[in-house]
């Protein structure tokens, strides 16, 4: 018999982000198709109890919790720590959790400390004759898989923006508390406090509608023979902060300092759509100055509605990789909806 646990982060508020809601709905659908499995919840935070109200009426039959301001904080130590305490006292043979950075940092160690196997980018769940299966993609995501294992306890990401969000109702649940024994090493990590770039100055969002890509073209000579780095930065930023979009960027812009061009200051490989192996999940996406080429599109496969400008009627977005073309100079384009939008 299989006991699913899900593994999930309350935020400062006691809330659940997201990227656990999804991760419910993952446990769900295992614990429909699996017969005879259990479901339970394991959360870690300052307010465990808020965030299990939150989720009461979900068909969880047990929450386990480990709570306190030192579980507050994404360090490795306490993360581990509280992961495995709570595994354990769950019996838990099937570890659903977000895949967020702090889950992709620490459950690797979790599945090796509890003797167990772990799987990243899973993007679905399903079961086959009584086993569960999951898919995920391998080779920067260019490859998607359907696997099972015997190995217990078996460790699952879920990549977010893969489910939908589970809205479970709220109500009364009951949270039982799981100590945790924190070894002397485990206090030498203190939190000070948070950094974090202003509002505007913020260039990733994934919750945002819209994914707006630049390219390489926007550094090139223009029609006047001359580069218009300067302005066509100011075009972009302003764009942003007008629409509220995530910016990406082709691997072809990103790499441009490194070859001695001139590029646009705001831009790192975090941005960097498809070669790294993200694939954003926005509900629109518009690509400008790209050709279109194979890695990158690739990063888009989860773009709902796939849209691009580019002066090349020829380019690889033309042939099937974008719903529609626009055969247009962006400078010009983005200059109009910026008065548009303001």
């Known amino acids: ?115 167990g196997r772990i799987d990243s980018h899973v993007t679905g769940v399903a079961d086959a004759d009584g086993q569960p299966v999951v898919n995920r993609w391998y080779y920067r995501q260019r490859m998607e898989a359907s696997l099972t294992r015997t190995q217990r306890p078996w460790f699952m990401l879920i990549d977010p923006g893969s489910q939908e969000a589970c809205e479970c109702g709220a109500g009364a649940a009951t949270v039982e508390l799981v100590p945790v024994k924190l070894a002397e090493a485990g206090q030498r990590t203190t939190v000070v406090g948070i950094r ?84 954003p999940r926005h509900a629109k996406g518009l690509s400008t100055c790209c050709h279109g080429e194979e890695p990158h599109t690739v990063g888009w496969r989860f773009i709902a509605e796939r849209r691009a400008i580019s002066l090349d009627p020829n380019c690889g977005w033309a042939r099937g990789k974008a719903d529609v073309l626009y055969v247009a100079d962006a400078f010009a384009v983005i200059a109009e909806l910026n008065k548009l939008l303001g």
């Open 1 to 115: 018999m299989e006991t699913i646990l899900l593994l999930a982060h309350a935020d400062a508020g006691g809330a659940l982000a997201k990227p656990a809601r999804e991760a419910l709905r993952a446990a769900r659908t295992l614990n429909k198709a699996i017969a005879g499995s259990n479901l339970f919840v394991g959360l870690i935070g300052e307010n465990v109890q808020a965030a299990a109200d939150s989720i009461a009426a979900c068909p969880a039959t047990r929450y386990f919790g480990v709570a306190g301001a030192e579980f507050g904080q994404s360090r490795y130590c306490t993360d581990a720590a509280a992961a495995q305490a709570i595994i354990q006292a769950a019996q838990a043979t099937l570890v659903v959790a977000p895949a967020t950075s702090r889950w992709n940092r620490v459950l690797p160690g979790v599945a090796q400390r509890c003797g």
């Open 196 to 279: 974090e770039p202003k509002a505007d100055a913020q260039t990733i969002r994934p919750d945002a509608p819209l994914l707006f890509v630049t390219g390489a073209g926007w550094t090139k000579k223009q029609a006047d023979g001359q580069a218009h780095v300067e302005e066509a930065g100011k075009l972009i930023v302003d764009f942003l902060k007008l629409s509220r979009a995530s910016l990406g960027s082709s691997k072809s812009l990103v790499d441009l300092g490194g070859e001695g061009q001139a590029v646009l200051p705001f831009l790192s490989h975090l941005n960097q759509i498809g070669q790294t192996g993200s694939t």
